[in-house]
């Protein structure tokens, strides 16, 4: 019996026959990957069909051709350059190499490795940074153990969760370098791609598959644009690095409008033109460290077609992105020459079927997430089963703790561990019966659940301790920051302090409640730490650019500063009032008079 005779034999209401046929969209794909093949004229199709080839155009370069994509070798950047004598991918040879040596490689190589996930960060750290590819953000106990062993026995002794749910391992020394990228692999994992001009991890909502309000599981999607981009070797030349989540329209957000790619599901209703159901609708250049949220294309995708939909998007950027100016080889910059609308021409031009247009409002508005929905304890859509969203601050983990939750996991759970884009995991499919002991043993390991804290909303870079451009240690200001907080306050409602190293905003500052962007100081004839504060950011529903309000903040007056503007909204707000509504209902002079007094 397929599908269409369910939803028509059985008296279920419009509601619940446009839940089951997301619910069967999401199942129909789970234990497989989605389908994106090539047709012999290179159009990207999502049917599978006898003889077709991937016709994808090989790198248009060579030295005698003296262009690259029809950019001339002449006007090449330097990166391009590197990638024309060798492509990162390439560079296995060296990387035994530097190993078997213990060596740190030169510029150009730095670059290159890379493309294996290693990233030589002197002066910062005269070592290799690990960073890994994990799509979904979805770990078994068995991975998370085997990161733990990397962290431990090569590393320095410690993992960070990132922005992109993924995990960052430091302090390899470079003879360790193959050893790291071997055991990964031996757990099933890779970092191949996680760095420079590649597709970083694709994410996916955290609780996937078990919100009972989601639309559709996104994971088969997340995991088979990662699975094409590994098997695809034109999708390793891009301009620049490019961003992709799959948002499935539930209960907790990926925050999928801060991508260059946004696949967020909407409910279409009857009488719209079109079939209604379950699509994504794709949201285009998103890059909050430029101020800019990602602009909704236009368009409806089916579910299964939203992987090659991907691949085109991506190829279009490949194709006309700059490569002649790294600051501007972003794809909001090519989407600000050409307009959206010839954008997208260039992708169906890709594709072996048309797109679906449909404006935003004429789609069911999405069910407004809960805030901090990936803290604490939720019922699960499967019944007497929930998920435990564990505070991780700033994601920093000792391996002694990952081994530990991986423990929690399959004693409790499922062996299954979901990381967040808020450097936060969950612990899933925690039967009703063993949530009490679960939530005891995150206490005891040094980690808590608690929505309201400052902890719980706190995001940070990994800060001057590990990267040269970071004008800031943000990840140990952050903690000595939550401690005084939450000391001298006590919130009622979530909120997010976002401390970013510099303005390429790993940790997306201009997002937060709270954005803090690392700054060197002048206090008192002195250079010191200190920081540009920017108010009432916010994502999704709350969309919005915050602003700044205070300028060049030394460390040291910081937490005072932060204590009288939680305590000053926390008098003043309305009856339940949120700190961004708070802070947008006044303008900025209002703002720097209100926390000035």
């Known amino acids: 019996m397929n599908t269409e005779t369910i939803l028509s034999d059985v008296p279920f209401t419009r509601e619940q026959k446009e839940y089951l046929q997301g619910y069967f969209a999401g199942l129909a794909c789970n234990g497989m990957i989605p389908f994106v ?268 077609q939203s992987v090659a939909v991907a691949a085109a998007i991506i190829r279009v950027f490949v194709e006309n992105g700059d490569r002649t100016n790294r600051k501007r080889a972003r794809l909001k910059y090519v989407i600000e020459k050409w307009g959206l609308a010839k954008y997208m021409e260039e992708v169906e031009r890709k594709l072996a079927f048309q797109l679906v247009r449909l404006p935003l409002d004429q789609c069911e508005p999405r069910k407004v997430p809960i805030q901090h929905g990936h803290i604490g304890v939720f019922k699960q859509a499967q019944p007497g089963l929930n998920y435990i969203g564990a505070v991780i601050t700033v994601g920093r983990m000792k391996p002694k703790q990952m081994r530990r939750i991986a423990d929690v996991a399959q004693n409790y759970g499922s062996g299954e561990v979901r990381l967040t884009v808020w450097q936060n995991l969950i612990i899933p499919n925690v039967p009703d019966a063993f949530v009490e002991t679960a939530k005891k043993n995150l206490v005891k390991m040094g980690f808590h659940h608690s929505a309201t804290g400052i902890s719980g909303g706190l995001i940070a870079c990994t800060g001057n301790t590990g990267c040269q451009w970071a004008a800031t240690n943000t990840k140990g200001q952050a903690v000595l920051l939550a401690r005084h907080l939450e000391k001298k306050v006590q919130l009622d409602l979530p909120i997010n302090i976002h401390l970013t190293g510099c303005p390429n905003s790993c940790a997306q500052h201009y997002m937060g409640d709270i954005g803090l962007l690392g700054a060197k100081v002048n206090q008192g004839g002195d250079t010191v730490e200190g920081y540009h504060v920017v108010l009432g950011g916010g994502f999704g529903e709350k969309q919005a650019v915050a602003r700044e309000i205070f300028r060049g903040v030394a460390f040291n007056e910081l937490p005072t500063l932060l204590e009288h503007v939680l305590k000053v909204y926390l008098a003043k707000r309305d009856r339940g009032e949120s700190f961004v509504d708070f802070t947008r209902r006044h303008s900025v002079k209002e703002l720097q008079e209100l926390f000035s007094s």
């Not at 190589?109 to 890994?132: E, N």
């Not at 302090?171 to 760095?195: F, Y």
């Not at 995991?223 to 948002?247: C, E, Q, S, T």
């Open 37 to 304: 093949g090539h047709l012999p004229d290179g159009r990207i199709t999502n049917v599978p069909e006898p003889g077709l080839v991937n016709s994808a155009a090989e790198l248009a370069t060579s030295a005698e051709e003296k262009a690259v994509y029809g950019t001339p070798v002449s006007d090449l950047c330097e990166q391009e350059l590197w990638k024309l004598e060798q492509h990162g991918l390439d560079a296995w040879d060296k990387l035994l190499e530097h190993a078997n040596e213990d060596k740190f490689p030169d510029k150009p190589d730095t670059f290159r490795f890379r493309y294996h996930g290693l990233f030589y960060v002197a002066p910062a750290q005269k070592s290799f940074m690990l960073r890994c590819r994990i799509p979904a953000g979805e770990l078994t106990s068995v991975q998370l153990r085997g990161l733990a062993d990397i962290a431990q026995e090569w590393g320095g002794g410690y993992a960070d969760i990132t922005t992109r749910a993924n995990f960052q391992i430091r302090e390899i020394a470079p003879r360790n370098m193959v050893k790291c990228l071997l055991k990964l692999q031996e757990i099933g994992l890779t970092s191949r791609g996680s760095g420079v001009d590649n597709v970083r991890n694709i994410t996916a909502t955290p609780t996937a598959g078990i919100d009972k309000d989601e639309l559709i599981d996104t994971r088969p999607f997340a995991k088979g644009l990662h699975h094409y981009i590994l098997n695809n070797r034109d999708m390793y030349d891009l301009p620049r690095k490019f961003n992709v989540a799959f948002d499935g329209g539930g209960s907790v957000t990926v925050v999928a409008d801060t991508n260059d790619i946004g696949f967020a599901a909407i409910r279409v209703p009857e009488g719209k033109g079109v079939a209604p159901g379950i699509y994504f609708r794709v949201e285009l250049a998103g890059i909050t460290g430029h101020q800019q949220f990602a602009t909704d294309a236009g368009v409806l995708v089916k579910p299964d």
